[in-house]
């Protein structure tokens, strides 16, 4: 079923889904920059970065550093409107949501933003709490900011003192000492005129005593005008101090306290996430809830994976495909899965962590293990354990429900093996000096190297029941005489490239072969 596309949900549904995913501040600052196209540059991330790199482990890095880019909002608008109209190359896989889109325009999404960029609110000047009128007011403004370098004490003294505001000002710029003497209050701080102010405004001050100490102004000033201008005595020549000279070299130079703040840095913010879509609805590999149900395949292959999320509590009711990453370890982290699970080209060197049974076919082709222990007990499809460093086949299912393949490995002998083969069983390119332990009958084809010696040979006719045919196999490919073999080798490739979903497997290969051998 084809999915929806991200554009058919709300603006609202796509603002709930960004404040859920990284909280109200980060929601708020995507959307008055990007819009509701935030929540369409955030799905697209992921094959953008895909799209413009040229490795699966180059991809990764890419979207990690285009997912810190866009969380603090510095994607550049060009670069995000090329992520969602991108959108339309975009090839299918399982977990495709983006199918062809219209063309998004930096208008469209100029707009989309200014609906969620706050707009200031118009501020209702106060109505004033004084007597004082505009021009009193700009008079007495104007003086403070010229003595004291600010007016925000302004509003306070009108309000204070009413009509006689701009004479406590001027007293307080030109006699601060004699009006803290007088009135007996002192400034917190510096005794500046400043300070001064400051607390004519905060401290109770006897009105009766500052009108009276205003009154006497006048008085004051003529009393300092008469004795500024008065002849001054000459102060007694001090002696001459010898000159001092500072040398450079001498002085030491100050020691700054930057008070540097540590922040972190970019490179150590990694936020994961795996976006896919069920139902019409958007969730997140990483932040699923418990017991969530996947009602298809999950399809995670090639995507340069080093770890997988904790999916212990979810099920998939599909296949689970995770071949072509660079997992090293599946333990306790794996899914419920009702289908197959093909865990094929990684660096797995250990299989714990596997459920005791696997409902379907199981791959673990093509990694570094060297022991089978900790995988399955029982696959109720196919076992493919090839292209390992095996040397022995102990831990691995004791049952097995169609073909049992072990092909390419170090394997000395097939001690390990299930009695019984219910398909074809592969056991070419080893190191086979014996058979012990060889399945006791094989319902399907017997795969062997044609270098085996001839005891081996005898003991693979007389031991082991083959319903099937029995091929002995040089340098791991089918013999040049069997051309219908070479046929459908050649056949199953071709399907390979054109069928992502259904992994190349011998199971299917040799399917094709008696096919080929019923014409």
């Known amino acids: ?64 550093e285009l997912t810190e880019k866009f969380v603090s909002g510095n994607i550049p608008v060009d670069m995000a409107l090329d992520i969602i109209n991108s959108a339309a190359d975009r090839d299918p896989f399982a977990f495709s949501i983006y199918p062809k889109k219209s063309i998004v325009t930096r208008e469209a999404m100029a707009a989309s933003a200014a609906q969620y960029t706050p707009k200031p609110a118009e501020k209702t000047p106060p109505a004033p709490a004084h007597s004082l009128s505009e021009a009193e007011m700009t008079k007495l403004s104007n003086f403070l900011t010229r003595t004291v370098g600010s007016s925000d004490m302004a509003e306070a003294l009108a309000v204070k003192f009413g009509d006689k505001a701009y004479a406590v000002a001027l007293s307080a710029v030109m006699e601060p000492g004699t009006m803290t003497g007088e009135l007996k209050f002192k400034p917190e701080g510096k005794f500046t005129s400043k300070n001064v102010i400051n607390a004519l405004v905060s401290k109770d001050i006897n009105m009766d005593e500052m009108s009276s100490f205003l009154d006497g102004y006048a008085e004051r000033k003529s009393a300092r005008d008469a004795a500024a201008k008065a002849p001054k005595e000459e102060p007694a020549a001090a002696p001459e101090e010898p000159r001092r000279v500072v040398k450079i070299a001498d002085i030491e130079p100050p020691k700054l306290d930057l008070g540097v703040v540590a922040r972190p840095s970019p490179e150590n913010i990694t936020i994961k996430s795996l976006p896919f879509m069920q139902d019409g609805k958007h969730y997140d590999l990483y932040r699923l809830p418990e017991n969530f149900v996947i009602k298809g395949d999950l399809d995670l292959s090639n995507r340069g994976l080093t770890e997988l999320p904790d999916l212990s509590k979810v099920k998939v009711k599909g296949n689970l495909l995770l071949s072509g990453n660079e997992l090293t ?18 660096k797995l060197t250990s299989l714990k962590g596997m459920p005791e049974v696997v409902k379907g076919n199981f791959s673990c082709e093509g990694n570094l293990l060297t ?62 000096d014996s058979l012990e332990g060889a399945p006791q009958s094989v319902a399907g084809d017997f795969m062997a190297d044609n270098t085996m010696s001839e005891e081996l040979k005898r003991d693979l006719k007389n031991t082991v029941k083959i319903s099937g045919s029995q091929h002995l196999i040089a340098s791991n490919k089918p013999t040049q005489e069997d ?37």
Not at 10 to 34: D, H, I
Not at 330 to 345: A, M, Q, S
Not at 372 to 386: M, S
Not at 485 to 498: T, Y
Request: hydrophobic share 30%; proline share 3%.
């Open 371 to 432: 022991t089978l222990e900790g995988g399955p007990r029982e696959v109720k499809g196919a076992f493919d354990c090839r292209g390992n460093r095996l040397t022995t086949l102990e831990g691995g299912p004791e049952k097995v429900g169609k073909a049992y393949i072990c092909s390419d490995n170090a394997l000395t002998s097939l001690k390990g093996a299930p009695n019984k083969i219910n398909g074809t069983f592969a056991c070419d390119n080893n190191k086979l």
């Open 483 to 519: 051309e219908r073999f070479d046929r459908a080798f050649a056949r199953r490739s071709a399907n390979e490239r054109d069928d992502v979903l259904k992994p190349f497997n011998i199971i299917d290969m040799m399917n094709d072969i008696h096919s080929y051998r019923g014409k």
């Open 329 to 346: 370890s599946i333990d306790g982290v794996l899914p419920e899965v009702g289908g197959n699970i093909d865990l094929r080209n990684n």
């Open 1 to 64: 079923m084809a999915a929806n596309r991200s554009d058919e949900l709300s603006n609202e549904q796509k603002k709930a889904l960004l404040e859920q995913t990284f909280g109200k501040e980060t929601a708020t600052t995507l959307l008055t920059k990007y819009g509701t196209y935030a929540y369409d540059i955030w799905m697209g991330l992921g094959q953008y970065a895909s799209k413009n790199s040229y490795a699966p482990f180059m991809a990764q890095n890419k979207r990690s």
